[in-house]
């Protein structure tokens, strides 16, 4: 919100502290509250009606209670909310929250994911949950923005630009695993323009992401507990959650071959027998008895 614009939000009786962030830093929605959360809805519906937008999208969904305030808050934007014009995106599922939070995709169109590699379980276990949640979703034909830094940078991440260049590999493989129409992939350091290198948040020159893919030939292929490998028309992916180890094998597909025209059999002529008639015998009367 924006309490220059006089848009009559109540931050006396409207927002709490939150009491994850020590004293000040941040705080919180106060979702108890009916009119807070009317005003949120019919602020959301309004922004939205600019042209310049494409639809609204709803980060920190913290709770894991899909029969909260905050849900029905939700719910109640849904229903309210354009489908046909707009989308209405959210930082949804994540696979260390209750049933990987699928409660919510009734409510979008689609769904942010970060923080895809983090949870308590062995990493080839977390893995393939968010890779389930993902093909889930789009099956469902739901948005899927795939969001990663360099692999093992940590937050804040410090990559260099060196470690941009060797860090893609684990998460452009389980993107490419999970990828189906509607599936997005956005790799970066800093999300912030401003003041960074290009490098920072324009993979695009990397060479993993010019390599030629074309269409997937199947869907993904799990061997054992921690291996995925899938076939794209000119790549073969395969990734081993376990070790981590990533391998990108260039296809050069069978050119098909052209049709032969069939050679004719040479026709010899056979020249017809020639036949001699027989003449036809001649009876030669005999003259008259006297």
Request: hydrophobic share 40%.
């Amino acid at each position: 919100y924006d309490p220059e614009d006089g848009d009559g939000f109540n931050e006396d009786l409207w927002l709490l502290p939150d009491p994850g962030q020590g004293e000040t830093r941040n705080m919180l929605y106060d979702h108890s509250v009916p009119a807070m959360r009317d005003w949120w809805v019919n602020r959301a519906i309004i922004k939205a009606t600019h042209p310049l937008w494409d639809g609204i999208f709803i980060d920190a969904l913290t709770s894991q209670d899909p029969n909260s305030l905050q849900y029905e808050m939700i719910e109640q934007l849904r229903s309210a909310f354009p489908k046909t014009s707009h989308i209405m995106v959210g930082n949804a599922l994540r696979q260390m929250r209750k049933a990987g939070s699928r409660y919510l995709m009734p409510f979008f169109d689609g769904s942010y994911f970060e923080n895809w590699q983090v949870g308590s379980q062995p990493l080839p276990e977390i893995v393939s949950a968010t890779i389930q949640l993902g093909r889930e979703a789009l099956f469902k034909d739901k948005l899927v923005h795939f969001n990663s830094i360099p692999w093992n940078c940590g937050w804040p991440c410090l990559a260099t630009e060196q470690q941009m260049l060797d860090g893609i590999d684990v998460p452009l493989a389980v993107f490419l695993i999970m990828v189906e129409n509607n599936a997005y992939f956005n790799y970066l350091k800093n999300p912030k323009v401003h003041n960074a290198g290009q490098w920072e948040w324009d993979a695009s020159g990397i060479p993993e992401m010019q390599m030629p893919l074309g269409p997937p030939l199947g869907p993904p292929v799990k061997i054992g507990t921690s291996v995925f490998a899938r076939s794209f028309l000119h790549l073969n992916v395969k990734i081993d959650l376990a070790t981590e180890e990533v391998t990108f094998t260039p296809v050069t597909p069978n050119p098909t071959p052209p049709t032969a025209t069939p050679t004719p059999a040479p026709v010899t002529p056979t020249p017809a027998p020639i036949t001699t008639p027989t003449p036809a015998p001649v009876v030669v009367n005999p003259p008259p008895t006297p």
